[in-house]
Every structure is written in structure tokens, then in C-alpha cells.
């Protein structure tokens, strides 16, 4: 199975009595952890390369729907996707995916997909043949101080509703164009792609509760939760 919205998939091996990598846990990755990149570089053969976490939690790189990954200067070049993110213990704490790169080799700006990650969409494909995750049928933009100046709106934290599909969960439940998503389930939202995975965490049938402003009043609304199309 795959899951384009995260470039993972989800194989099963033809072959039996293979070496198992043991998976960790990158929830509590530090920068400066040391790792080592396992891959095929530009198809030479088999290479380890080794760094520490630059940072963690990356986003709006534009790479994938879903991101949320860990940045190394441990060098990842082609042919490295896919491969492992080791730490020194040996424990798989993330898949290598991209490069930041003008000439298309590694300056030390490369990013993987946190391990934890990888294993819910694993789950979730093993299990359902798909990954399930909340939707309501919205698009919105992060409200920037310029934009929020230009509308007239003096609140410039949470994200401007640019678009509601006729008929989708977040219509029925009176979401318009022009409101201000202020918070989801209690928590102040900051950014559309935070949106996203707040709503994307929910199930089908789940409400999210929604506080919104509209023409300087506030509102809050429960929006149910449907599954999220796949992406085509």
C-alpha cells in the first residue's frame, strides 16, 4: 500500500529470515543527536554517512501534505531515499527522503520522515489498506499581518478560510470564505498545515470543535468529521 501525502509505502518481503531493523522513537530527538544515513549514493554501493539532528519538526517545505521532519548534515545525496536514519544505538529513527540542493548533491540540508510517523501510516496500511484521516473541506492561508491589515481584520493569529466545498462537512456546519479559524479543539491555531494535521488526526464520525471570528464577532462551531479523499 502507499500513502502519497506522506511518500510512504508499505511492502511485504518475499524472502524470509532477514535481518530486522529495530524501529525507535523520534519523539524525543534533541538537536545535536548524533546519526548515520544508510543508503545507495548515486548507486556506488551501499554507504553509511554520519551527522546530528539539525532540527527537528520541519514544515511547509512543500515537499509532502504531511510533513513534519527531521533536518541532518549528515550527507544525503540520490539514491539515499528510503534509506535509513540510524542513531548510535543503531535504531531506526527516520527514512531519508529529500535534499535541500542546488546542484542536486548534498550541502548538509537533508530531511527524513520521523520514524513514528512512518509506523502509524505502517499500521494503518497493514490493517485498513489505506491511511484514514479526518476531513472537513476546507482551504485556508496563514493569516499574515499584511493580510490581516488589507481584510480589516484586527486578530492576526489563526488562518483565513479561502475556500469551503459545496456540501462538505465544514458547509453543513456554516463555515464561509472570510472567517478566521482561531482555534480547533481548544488549541490556538497558527498556521493552515497545523489545521491540517488537527483535523487529519481525528477519525470519520469524530467532531472538531472549531472557534472562529466572522465580521469581528466569534463563533463557535462543531464540524463532524468525514475521511479524506485520497489523493489522486
Given at each position: 500500500g502507499t500513502d502519497p501525502e506522506t511518500d510512504l509505502a508499505v511492502l511485504q518481503a518475499a524472502i524470509?529470515?532477514?535481518?530486522?531493523?529495530?524501529?525507535?522513537?523520534?519523539?524525543?530527538?534533541?538537536?545535536?543527536?548524533?546519526?548515520?544515513?544508510?543508503?545507495?549514493?548515486?548507486?556506488?554501493?551501499?554507504?553509511?554517512?554520519?551527522?546530528?539532528?539539525?532540527?527537528?519538526?520541519?514544515?511547509?517545505?512543500?515537499?509532502?501534505?504531511?510533513?513534519?521532519?527531521?533536518?541532518?548534515?549528515?550527507?544525503?545525496n540520490p539514491g539515499n531515499s528510503g534509506g535509513a536514519l540510524i542513531n548510535a544505538q543503531g535504531d531506526v529513527i527516520g527514512i531519508n527522503t529529500a535534499i535541500f540542493s542546488k546542484s542536486g548533491g548534498s550541502h548538509g540540508i537533508g530531511?527524513?520522515?520521523?520514524?513514528?510517523?512512518?509506523?502509524?501510516?505502517?499500521q494503518q496500511i497493514a490493517e485498513h489498506g489505506r491511511v484514514i484521516r479526518g476531513w472537513i473541506g476546507i482551504n485556508g492561508q496563514n493569516l499574515t499581518p499584511a493580510l490581516a491589515e488589507s481584510l480589516g481584520i484586527k486578530n492576526q493569529q489563526g488562518i483565513l478560510v479561502s475556500g469551503v466545498l459545496r456540501q462538505g462537512p465544514a458547509a453543513q456546519a456554516g463555515i464561509q470564505p472570510g472567517d478566521v479559524l482561531l482555534e480547533g479543539d481548544g488549541n490556538a491555531v497558527y498556521s493552515a498545515s497545523q489545521m491540517l494535521k488537527l483535523v487529519a488526526a481525528h477519525q470519520p464520525g469524530d467532531e472538531v470543535a472549531i472557534k472562529l471570528q466572522r465580521q469581528g464577532d466569534t463563533e463557535e462551531i462543531n464540524v463532524a468529521v468525514m475521511e479524506r479523499p485520497p489523493k489522486e
Open positions: 524470509s529470515n532477514t535481518p530486522i531493523a529495530n524501529l525507535g522513537d523520534s519523539e524525543n530527538l534533541q538537536v545535536g543527536d548524533v546519526v548515520m544515513a544508510i543508503g545507495n549514493p548515486f548507486g556506488v554501493g551501499q554507504t553509511v554517512t554520519l551527522g546530528i539532528i539539525s532540527a527537528t519538526g520541519r514544515s511547509q517545505l512543500g515537499i509532502t501534505d504531511f510533513e513534519n521532519f527531521i533536518q541532518t548534515d549528515a550527507a544525503i530531511f527524513a520522515i520521523p520514524v513514528n510517523l512512518a509506523r502509524q501510516v505502517m
